[in-house]
């Protein structure tokens, strides 16, 4: 699938910087979560104080692109794969939006988390956890960059792993409250960061289904995994370094 | 605003048409909130098990209106206000959607949840909140049933009374842990369930916003409440019955 294969240059050029903008918001999206899981693991106050503030950059990148997608479908009236991106591009920008909202609900978590100095014995859990969804965000971003239909059903599925490591840190973390009750509120803390983590997670898993529907022309929201494999991707799809 | 207003009747049975389809999914997704809020508060366990089950017809009618809206825009070319409408819409479904999700969670808690008793005491502040939360559920999808922007403004803001619920609670919960150990697993459920509710208020203040977007022309997203209450409605919204 390529872009901008239309006779008039300016256009062109508006899809192109609709695609540039999306890939410079998640480029920041993604740099705040990563900044809120450091500052979670680190226990690093104030980095978790400046990602906690950092939101309105992402939240006006929101309105801008949106604006702009609706000056394009007005002015443009787009088809076939150019109305694709448009609205593929309205979507995937709320995700990003949302992925924010949760990096910085991680931040604010942290900040308080931060003075404790009990969730050390959690850090192995959570940092694993945190490095599959950061993976996950990671390469939806890509698959969107690079309309890479193959890495991003590739990418659907890891939600699974993703909840398998939600419930191993649930557990841990009732052992945990069991054992000393004061651990209590910042047990409760670090399963609500689990939880926006597992959120983060599913928002990549919308932008790659946005990323197929663009290359292939297919909404595969709320269709089984095997069933979009055997349908859209015939033939075989390596699975990555896994 | 009015909606069909074009020579083309077909057009405008076109547009009234996704915006009843919207309805629908509005009504479906309220009381799958409902149900899964009645089964939580009243240990309900078949009910949850229904709701639990229940999320594919709102999944399948995102996945239609979407396609309807695509189909207006490469057909019909929409402009000025009708194009607002169907931008609204496809993301007033996302929106609606996740609660669908949000519900199904709870849903899920509340399967689990049901086999244990001794959850009624945090039930008068889970009942609290639920009501609030239903409440603007329930107003946000009317506003958008009668393109009532001052009805949408009157709803943003409460999302600060959730907030003060999901603070109340989350205190009670710490406290009910601390007492008995054996409470932990299922007051970190019910904890689980006030975010999730917590999250219908953000998606139902999202409508609020695409409301006013869509009425008004201008997007109010990530703009303070004072800020919109000035400039879009320098009149006098009365509060309700509050």
């Known amino acids: 699938m390529e872009i901008g294969q239309h006779i008039s240059q300016r256009y062109n050029e508006e899809l192109e910087d609709i695609r540039n903008q999306v890939l410079k918001m998640g480029g920041l999206v993604e740099s705040q979560a990563e900044q ?73 978590y942290s900040k308080k988390l931060a003075k404790k100095q009990n969730i050390t014995r959690m850090h192995s859990e959570l940092s694993h956890m945190s490095q599959l969804v950061l993976t996950m965000l990671h390469d939806s971003l890509d698959a969107f960059a690079r309309l890479d239909a193959d890495g991003a ?37 670090v399963s609500w960061c689990a939880r926006s983590l597992e959120r983060i997670a599913d928002h990549a898993q919308n932008i790659c289904e946005y990323v197929i529907y663009l290359v292939k022309g297919k909404d595969v929201r709320h269709t089984s995994l095997e069933h979009i494999r055997s349908k859209y991707f015939p033939y075989d799809i390596e699975d990555g370094e896994e």
Chains 1, 2 share one sequence.
């Open 153 to 189: 059903v590739r990418i659907l599925g890891k939600d699974q792993q993703v909840n398998v490591e939600l419930d191993n840190l649930s557990r841990l973390l009732i052992t945990f409250m069991m054992e000393d009750p004061r651990h209590i509120k910042s047990a409760l803390r």
């Open 36 to 108: 809120a899981v450091k500052a979670l693991l680190e226990s690093d106050f104030e980095l978790a104080k400046a990602v906690a503030n950092g939101d309105e950059a992402v939240n006006q990148m929101e309105v801008d692109i949106d604006e702009e997608c609706t000056r394009v479908i007005a002015r443009r009236q787009p088809t076939a794969s150019d109305l694709r991106l448009v609205v593929a591009v309205v979507k995937v920008i709320t995700d990003l939006e949302r992925i924010g909202d949760e990096a910085e609900k991680i931040a604010r």
